[in-house]
């Protein structure tokens, strides 16, 4: 009996704790579902977007410049236009404004309506063409913005204050604090910068070791204004609102995408060369914004956006330094792909097309110096033919802009996308030598010098700055580069070299001497490369290996100035194999590429600079602690390449960099009558 | 709440902890359904245009619609059925409804329409794939036609596969729970698929050996959990040190944002976490087994007691588990006699 009672007590324990086990689990695992449902419905729904249209996508074909305007950015104007309570961003360069106008004036309108009357639209529109800003100096991303700035009043009518975004955000998501620079030179009529917040994907802040998390925060660069970073995600929780982005891809791939679909209405083949609306998708996208307002989601500008999370207080600092990048910096390595990486049918390599557009901005730039100085200075032309001259610079400066494009060597350009920087290159080429050698005609003094005594002009960018002359005709006051025979070696050197399919090294040593500092010793470093594509392994590269832990460099667009860094902040690259770019599995492979603007890098252990020549090959640089790599993953280019470096020793951070900017982008530039034939 | 203040001595206590059992699934599922609801519209806000991600075709918003109403409906539904049954299992055994409630609760064609969906994603990721060219002869297409191929594509983007999923997921969410009550209400009312004569009347279950094979399972399933976070740990440890952040992920919401360690220290998840899981993980199976083979000895009731500690800890069913175990150890004597070996009782035929 005993042992039944204990029986049927155990038996009543058995199922009375299975009852509590049960209650309680239901508790914990409800409640905790029940929390997160709760906690989005009751939370205000916001969103942004950047839809990123690029007409340049397949640059240098007209046709595909039509489709991207026809074909997918007036489907989305349409979608808008057929629903008032949407609101977004569209994010674009200005070119197509241009070729809207010439290809597509219903489009043109439709726009002006979403952005003027309606409002529903708002640009972020920078730059003119989507250049590879990272990489040139910062006279060109100015001059592209102004003229944006012009474009977008003459398109308007009036400047669409509310209409142009605050944010900057630049093709393939490229990211530098240098743009900093740019809040305090484009301003508005009432003196408050058109610009001054940057955009970047969180993933790249995560990749470069920002710790905190915040939905905004400020940072200032070398002395200039604050500038504010957005970071952006597809869906987060932040700013006590839920916030998701509409669309921060490609805009073209949004309403567009394979080449053959099946429909409800049969089979479905594109007739267009490259972009073609496909009904179904441009479906599906109106009926999931459809879905956002049924569910009470707020549709807010970026501008709205930012000034929201600005309303709740100071944002916080960025608490790193990031490096120049791109957007999915885990795939793309940061500017890797477009200097580093040879892909695609085109016939140049990143590093040619780089270095060639570079060598077209000292040119230019070299004429501009000129033309303003015989007009302003010299008084050798008059306003008249000084215009005159100034747009055909302008318009060769335009072509810079678009041979700049990133599309011409970004992932897998195709041939045509490669010719069109170097036939855009040439054409301005071609136009600044023409002015140059018509200045030189017009202009007593020159002509002197260059046709009657055959001599040259030196044309320094950096005197401009000095507030000196800029162009000069006495050989005895020029900057010279010249041979130091008799000493230096690969032996004197302060790094050691390691070279992977080169076919040739030369290591002269050299003397620069100017008129305003004492001659300065350096080593000119050569290094040629034969085409490498039938090669086992066909990547070519440089590599100097000494003290690079803590660096110095001049942040893409601040080429006057320095930033110091060091590599055991940033997560380590511990990988170095042949195709290490590609590696997907592999741990601790957080490369770091930094595009050298000027292409310098100062050792502050060890005083020395090495200085990439961005005129001979304009690649990117792999940082690591005890070494930085020059790299390309293929030399196609039939006579191979030849890359330049100079390595100063023992000197300051200040003498490197006034080197680095004569070299690169403030360029001593001598010319003679042979050239200007 | 009449049916909740009911006396105990009205109803057999095993009745009434099952038929309240059944009631907390039932609140469960509608979590679940509820949970369906909100996961529906987090997907609107994603870019589901997106390529990405090996699917040629977009998401479409008929899908996202379809899991908004249908699989949260298929849940409500399923809750609502179980919370019914639960109440009238209290005032009469109805064997029927209470079969036909207790097969839905089984996993099993959570399990099946898993494996249809599954099956089904793989065909959209590759509509001219192996898998796709066995079930399209089903619909006489051929997919090493291009034309057929996207014609394929494009059936099977119209197939429920995020709906039966989701619903699939959810359902097995909820399998310990589920499957538990199932069990032993069917048991509870003699259920047998093949009926073959009269049973002979069950035998009086020896209930502290019950308590003790519940501590014992409970901590192998809470070990083997504890192995599956740490898999879990060095998959997310792996992902971030080939550079993908995927806190960016994780901390979306806020319910994720304390547990989860900032990106920096992404070699935690690599070594010390699945370290740490990994040891209590065998720790709790290696201390069930000694449990199971001498549960007189005071050693392993220490061992199983520390286990059923560490399994509370696991998140979401950590509790469950781990005080099914708690309880279990709790009731069973400390000087308990050797394990016996069961004994069949033969079926008596009816003459």
Redesign the interface.
Known sequence: MNDQNE?DL?????????????????V???G??????F???IRP?V?TSHYHFNVQYRVGNETAMSEVVNNTLYPLLQIYDRNPEFRGNIEMQSLTLEWMNKTNPECSDLLRKLVLDTKQIQLVMVQYSSALAIAYPYIDMYKSIVHTQELIEDFFGVYPESGISRAIMLQEGQFMLGASRIIEDIKNSEGNPVYDTLMVT??AL??F?V?R?APIYRYQLAGLEEIFILPY?????EGDV?H??????DGE???A??E????KDG?WEMNASFFEEIE??TR??E??LK??AR?GNHFLHLDEWVNTLLDRGQPPLLDQYVPETHWQ??RYRGPFVWMAQTKGGTPFSDGEVCSRNYYTHQKLLATEIMLNYSHFNLSSINASVYSSYFQRLHRAWLDLAEAQVTDTTGVSPRDFEGYFAFNKTQAALNNATEIMSLLVNVTNEWNNTVYTNNGSIQIVALNQIKGMNPVMTNQSEFINFTTNLGSGGQHALPVMLELMNANGLNVTSMILETPWNPALNYSRVRVSFPETTDMEENWAYIKFKGLFNEISYSPSLIEYDTINLSRSEY?PDTYEAYEDWDS???????ELYLPLANGLIYSTEGRYAVIKNCSQSHVCMKWNPDEIRFMQTEIINPHGETWEYFILQDVSINQALEFANLVNAFSVETFDGDDLS | MKWFKRKKEEIP??R???S??LI??G??CI??G??M??FS??L????????SGGF???L??CH??WLRYGTSSAFFALGGLDIIAGYLYQKKIKKRLMVITSFFNQPYIALGILVLSILWILQAMEPDGGISQFFAKMFNLDVRD??DA??Y??IISKMPKLELLLFSLGHLALMP?ST??SN?ILAQVDFRLRKKGRRAAKP??N??L??QRKANSYMIWGGIILGLFAAVSYAIG?IM?????I??IL?????FKFPTI???YYKLY?SVIPAILISTCAYCIIASIGYRKKPEKRFFRVLAWIGSIIVLLIP?YG??FG??SV??LW?TRPNLSKRTKRIDIPLVEET
């Open positions: 029986a155990l038996e009543k324990k058995y199922f009375r704790t299975f009852q509590i086990i049960m209650v309680a689990s239901t914990l695992f409800s905790f579902v029940g929390y997160i449902c906690d989005y419905f729904k969103s969180k993933e995560s990749f070791g710790e998390d995600v597809q869906t987060v929780m839920f998701s982005v509409l669309w921060f891809m791939l949004l309403v995408g394979e053959q679909y099946w429909t089979y179904f998708m599906n996208h009926n999931r879905d956002l569910q910096t885990y997560y997907r599995s592999a741990h601790d492979n957080f | 206590m095993n009434l902890s099952l309240r059992g907390m699934v609140i469960m979590f679940i509820i949970f609801v909100f519209m987090v609107s806000t994603i870019q589901l245009n997106s390529s040629a075709r977009p479409e918003m996202v619609l291009p034309i996207l014609y594509g494009y729970f538990r009550v032993l009086r279950p209930m502290e019950r308590f792996h040190a080939i550079g993908l952040d806190t960016v901390i979306n919401f806020n319910v900032p990106f920096k690599l979401f509790l469950y005080l099914h309880f279990s009731y």
